[in-house]
């Protein structure tokens, strides 16, 4: 069984013409499974794409959403395009190149909350963040009707998250809170609820150990892994950019230093789990 990337970011490998080295180098690191995560509509047909050139292995799956930090004055038209992703086929590709239907996207994502990014003037933070909520509102209510898994993205806004997805009504056992960055007694909120965090590089730092005590609080039996690659790079390459492949450093670490297990069993319960999940 190998492992599965349940969070990364390929448009910026295919921005810098990379994407086919970092994909077999993935592979080579036992990565059977990536999950591409939509942010924008630049990233959608991209992604779409994607999943169909590799639909006869599902190595590259991908999500849709409008992340926090993309939305906008014009959120409303931008989000009224993400339900279509789920009942048609994706953009065409190149001529020559195959043309049968696209997978389905495996969650709706990522969506959420971050205060950390909001513009410095206090008047456009606020406007800035009511549409923040509002596009995060509407996207929990398509992923209510389409029965999705949610990717959340939380930045300084746990609680406002934790309090939109309660009063959602989305199921909780289908929302998962990326980059889980805050400490154990947060996990104990998702948790009871059902819900889930995924851990990336992070969880690798000296300076983390409240992060470690969250995974330790949510245990092994619910881990999910991920890179957020280009982003969040775990050690011993944290200065460098992340890719696909570095998840084997973060699932090593945790097997060793988080839960002490063997290597092999915390892969196959974190690929279990985000298999489970995301419903592949």
């Not at 456009?124 to 992923?143: D, G, P, S, V, Y």
């Not at 947060?186 to 995924?198: I, K, Q």
Request: with cysteine; net charge negative.
């Amino acid at each position: 069984m190998g492992l599965i990337d349940t969070h990364t970011h390929l448009e910026s490998f295919v921005r810098h013409g990379t994407l086919a080295g970092a994909l077999e180098r993935a592979r080579a690191a036992g990565v059977e499974t990536l999950i591409t995560i939509g942010t924008t509509p630049d990233d959608w047909a991209l992604y779409a794409n994607l999943a169909r050139e590799h639909a006869s292995d599902g190595f590259v799956r991908h999500t849709v959403g409008l992340h926090p930090c993309s939305v906008d004055a014009g959120w409303e038209s931008t989000v009224a395009q993400i339900e279509a992703h789920w009942g048609r086929a994706a953009t065409p590709l190149a001529a020559g190149t195959r043309t049968e239907s696209t997978p389905i996207p495996v969650a709706l994502g990522e969506c959420g909350l971050d205060r950390f990014h909001l513009p410095k003037n206090a008047a456009e933070a606020e406007k800035t963040f009511a549409w923040q909520r509002a596009a995060f509102e509407a996207q929990l209510a398509i992923a209510k009707r389409l029965g999705s898994p949610v990717v959340v993205h939380s930045r300084g806004a746990f609680a406002e998250c934790v309090a939109m997805i309660d009063a959602s009504g989305v199921d909780w056992r289908r929302v998962v809170f990326h980059c889980f960055t805050e400490g154990a007694a947060e996990m104990a909120e998702l948790t009871r609820r059902g819900g889930y965090g995924s851990f990336t590089g992070i969880l690798t730092y000296k300076t983390a150990e409240n992060i470690r005590a969250a995974a330790k609080a949510q245990g092994l039996a619910r881990f999910m892994l991920e890179t957020d690659a280009p982003y969040l790079t775990p050690m011993p390459h944290r200065g460098k950019p992340n890719e696909p492949a570095f998840v084997r450093h973060t699932a090593e670490f945790a097997a060793q230093e988080v839960f002490g297990v063997s290597y092999e069993t915390l892969v196959q319960i974190s690929t279990d789990n985000a298999r489970r999940f995301f419903g592949f």
